[in-house]
C-alpha cells in the first residue's frame, strides 16, 4: 500500500472514530463504543479484538465490555474466520436500525423505570405538603411535577423518532 493511501486510510479511521464517539456520547455510553463501531464500520473486513485493542489503543477490557454491549445493541455481529480461532467482530452498517433497537430496547425500558420512580415522588411529595403544609413542600411538588411533564414529553417524542429512523 502506498503513503498515500495509507495515510488517507489512517486519517479516515480517525474521521470515523471520532465521528462515532461524539454520536454515542449523546446518548451517554462510553469513548471506547463510539471507537471501536466506528474503526469496525470503516473496516473492509472483519477484525480480532486484539486488532481492535492495538488501532485504537484501548485496554482489552474496554475492548471486551464494548464488543459486548455493542453486540447487544445489534450494532456489532460475530465472525467466524476459516483458518482462525479467534472471534472475529464486523459492524451492522444499517445505523437507523441500531439507533431504533437502542430506542426500543434500552431507553424506553429506563423511561419506564422513571415513570413509575416519579409517580412515587410524587406520592410522597404530597404526603409531605399535608402534613406540612408550607410553602417548602408545596414547592417540592411542583419541581417533581414539572419533571413529570418532562418525561411524558420524552416518552411521547419517542415513538414519533423511532417511526422517523424506520422510514
Known amino acids: ?6 495515510e488517507s486510510t489512517e486519517e479516515l479511521r480517525g474521521l470515523s472514530v471520532d465521528f ?4 454515542v456520547q ?15 464500520f470503516v473496516s473492509p473486513d472483519p477484525l480480532p479484538m486484539d486488532e481492535i485493542v492495538n488501532q485504537l489503543g484501548i485496554s482489552k477490557g474496554s475492548a471486551s465490555q464494548g464488543l459486548s454491549l455493542l453486540k447487544s445493541l445489534g450494532a456489532v455481529s460475530s465472525i467466524a474466520i ?3 480461532r479467534r472471534e472475529h467482530f464486523e459492524a451492522d452498517l444499517n445505523v437507523s436500525r441500531i439507533v431504533t433497537h437502542f430506542f426500543e430496547n434500552r431507553l424506553e425500558p ?3 423505570h422513571g415513570d413509575r420512580r416519579l409517580e412515587e415522588m410524587v406520592a410522597l411529595a404530597r ?3 399535608r402534613s406540612d403544609r408550607t410553602q417548602g ?3 417540592v411538588l411542583t419541581r417533581i411535577q414539572a419533571l413529570q411533564k418532562w418525561q411524558k414529553r ?4 419517542i415513538p414519533m423518532v423511532v417511526r422517523w429512523l424506520k422510514r
Not at 500500500?1 to 495509507?6: L, R
Not at 449523546?26 to 469496525?40: A, H, M, N, R, T
Open 1 to 6: 500500500m502506498s503513503a498515500d493511501i495509507q
Open 20 to 23: 462515532f464517539v461524539s454520536f
Open 26 to 40: 449523546v446518548f451517554g455510553l462510553p469513548k471506547s463504543i463510539g471507537q471501536i463501531y466506528g474503526l469496525l
Open 82 to 84: 476459516h483458518a482462525d
Open 110 to 112: 429506563r423511561l419506564e
Open 127 to 129: 404526603l409531605a405538603k
Open 137 to 139: 413542600a408545596a414547592s
Open 154 to 157: 420524552g416518552r411521547n417524542l
